[in-house]
């Protein structure tokens, strides 16, 4: 066990060990200092957990074995464990993860291999649950249960890698949470990727519902993260009807933050855009949708809606999907693309399957 722990915050399971993974660079050179080790070992022991995926510390084999022995008895490794695995018929992979020392906090992270081949791209959770509620999210129903820290984001790429044996070379957040509601987790966790995995901050995007102070932090911490606004209606009263949390921010307050993105990034951002038949895909919308695009240079990400259980919306049909893109393409000034949803027979859309544990908990509870 660590000496003074209690004075250092260091993050601990519930026997009171320290999590090696929950450890920066510079917590870890403190703990190997006091110990009278040198601070170059820190590194090689971060190598070891996030670079090289090793979790077995009798397997470091460039730290003294006496070293080895202390880490063992001192430390704790693992953060997340794996309770659930769906694997779709299109390639995709769903992993449901608890927290060790919380195993009623679930968190989900979806794996999309690129038709091609070339890209693995991986959806991370930011929060377990999400405070915002929107209505056509499953992970809206749940609230929140809690904020990850970086270290839970960080190791679902490492999992997913592990489980899968795939590369991930590509990060969205759009699995549970809302990021800019764990920015500083979401922001260290971004850095630690780009650092430990290779992975290039264009290739990351953050998704936001809009919550411009967020927006401008990161545009200022990481211009070259892609930014993708969940849009969803580029009309005010409608989007308060979908995002409860549209009535406290304008859309104006949002096309501020955005302009401000695009300064620094320098590229077209996207609004993700849900179709949801019979509420946003009409004249009217299309209209809208033009007017934005006219004041933030963005393009369309065109996502049919993927109903759960209780959800207020259905499904759009083939043809409602590509009538209202045909309109749209040929009206707005940036490309539109339909994302035909990925893993629809393992529950792929955000928050479905951390739901269905829960109501399994609730069933077996009464
Ligand atoms: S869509 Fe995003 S912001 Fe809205 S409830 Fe779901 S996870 Fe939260």
New binding site residues.
Partial sequence: MIEHNDKHDYPMNNEKVVYLKGLDAEQLKEILVEKGYQEYRAKQILNWIWKKGESDINRWSDLPASMREWLKGSFSVEILQLTDKRISYDGTIKFTFSLVNEPNIELESVLIPSRDGKRNTLCVSSQAG?A???TF?A??TLGLLRNLQWYHILDQLLQAQKISGKKITNVVFMG???PMQNLKNVIAAIRKMHDFFDIGYRHITVST?GIPKGIIKLADELPRVRLAL?LHSAIQEKREKI?PLAKAISLDEIVEALKYYYEKHGRWLTFEYVILPGFNDTMEDVTALVDMGNRVPAKINLIPFNPFPEAPFRAPTKREIYRFAGILERKYPYPVTVRMPRGRDIAGA??QLALLHKREQLKESQ
Avoid: A, D, K, P
């Fill in positions: 999400c915002i509620g929107c999210c992970t809206g549970m949470g809302e519902v969940s995002i955000c928050g």
